[in-house]
């Protein structure tokens, strides 16, 4: 469980050897420019319903999304393939897409994938790729329409989301920005922001290496030009109004994201912050873990894993209730007509579960 927790926090790190001449980054200089927050107005608790499965296909149930009667869930580890389609609320297994293998039609990795006007939208940072694919005319399984290989110059993508029918967001890992603003072609187009750290230092030194510490999920709503961004390490919220060109930041009790470089490696410090983020048409829900670096390795292996909480903000970043959760998680879906949370759980063998809850 121990390397589960740290496995792909290794991956996001790895540039960070390569500016090996480094200072301890894990101390800020300067006060940090976001709002703090510490307590939420509501806190409510959550039991979870354990969705039974037909088959066992799962090695690591990241990410989950939902669209009609279609549910696709992401295995980060998959063994042949990434995503798997089943029948929505059944769960009933259709088929697999993203076969792993290293041809021109396979996969050497997955990050997340997007739905996006009934099509869906993978990406393969190994290969530094976003591959759309389509339903097929009887809707049982995801077709490959067409790949779109990113410059050169945009620095190992690990996160994406759609703009709009011609423009992806992708987060910036050079640290000269904050986001990116891709093309169709694969092309930069727009640079958004930048990291709003207090570690000033490391900002002016060693950008690449901060921004591998500030690795962050993002989600976008079309419907609110609302742009979220949770940070894996610590815990920073921040918000961006991509129609409005506002943009907040929210840190909880437990700061930016630390880390220091020992013997030219980069060490994680302080906690497991966010796993997953969600905007609606109404609040942004989001995973989060609180678990201490020191718990994981002290605990090693006995610790699950995943987060047992889900925080709601509102859409300019105001703390609104937090959910305290009877199972650990990674992914959510969150449908607020509903009033459902689907989830992942990559401790169980059964790793879908489902929440219902009320009015935040």
């Known amino acids: 469980m121990f390397s ?18 480094l200072f301890s980054c894990s101390q800020p200089s300067r006060t940090f420019l976001g709002i703090k927050y510490s307590e939420f107005p509501k806190e409510k608790h959550l039991s979870a319903q354990v969705i039974e499965l037909d088959t066992a ?5 990241f990410r989950i999304r939902i669209e009609g009667d279609k549910a696709i869930v992401m295995d980060l580890h998959g063994s042949e393939h990434y995503g798997h389609l089943f029948q929505y609320p059944s769960f009933r297994y259709l088929s697999s897409f993203g076969r792993r293998g ?15 006007n009934h099509e869906l939208w993978t990406l393969d940072a190994n290969k530094s790729e976003l591959t759309r694919l389509d ?12 790949t779109v290989t990113l410059d050169e110059d945009i620095l190992r993508p690990l ?19 904050r986001f990116l603003k891709v093309n169709c072609k694969g092309k930069l187009i727009e640079k958004i922001g930048a990291i709003p750290t207090a570690n000033e230092k490391a900002l002016q030194e060693a950008r690449p290496a901060l921004a591998q510490a500030w690795r962050s999920f993002l989600d976008y709503n079309s419907h609110n030009g609302v742009l979220a961004a949770v940070t894996q390490l610590g815990e920073v919220v921040e918000v961006y109004n991509l129609k409005d060109s506002t943009h907040v930041v929210r840190i909880g009790e437990h700061d930016e994201p630390k880390f220091k470089v020992s013997d030219g490696y980069g060490i ?30 002290k605990q090693s292996g006995k610790l699950p894993d995943g987060g047992k909480y889900i925080y709601v903000f509102s859409l300019k970043g105001e703390p609104m209730c937090k959910y305290v959760l009877d199972h650990y998680i990674y992914g959510i879906w969150v449908d607020e007509a509903t009033k459902t949370i689907m989830a992942t759980d990559v401790n169980s063998d059964q790793p879908i579960v489902k929440f219902s809850f009320g009015s935040v």
């Open 4 to 21: 589960n927790h740290l496995h792909w926090i290794g991956k996001f790190l790895l540039l960070i050897l390569v500016v090996g001449i």
């Open 57 to 61: 296909l799962f090695r690591y149930p």
């Open 102 to 116: 290293d041809s021109p039609t396979e996969m050497l990795s997955m990050e997340n994938f997007r739905l996006y």
């Open 135 to 146: 339903f097929s005319s009887s809707g049982d399984s995801l077709l490959r329409e067409e």
């Open 159 to 177: 996160d994406f989301a759609i703009y709009n029918d011609t423009t992806f967001v992708i987060p910036d890992y050079s640290g000269e920005s």
């Open 268 to 297: 994680p410090m302080g906690i497991m912050g966010f796993s997953d983020v969600q905007v609606t048409d109404s609040a942004i829900y989001a995973v989060f873990h609180g678990t201490s670096f020191k718990e994981i390795v």
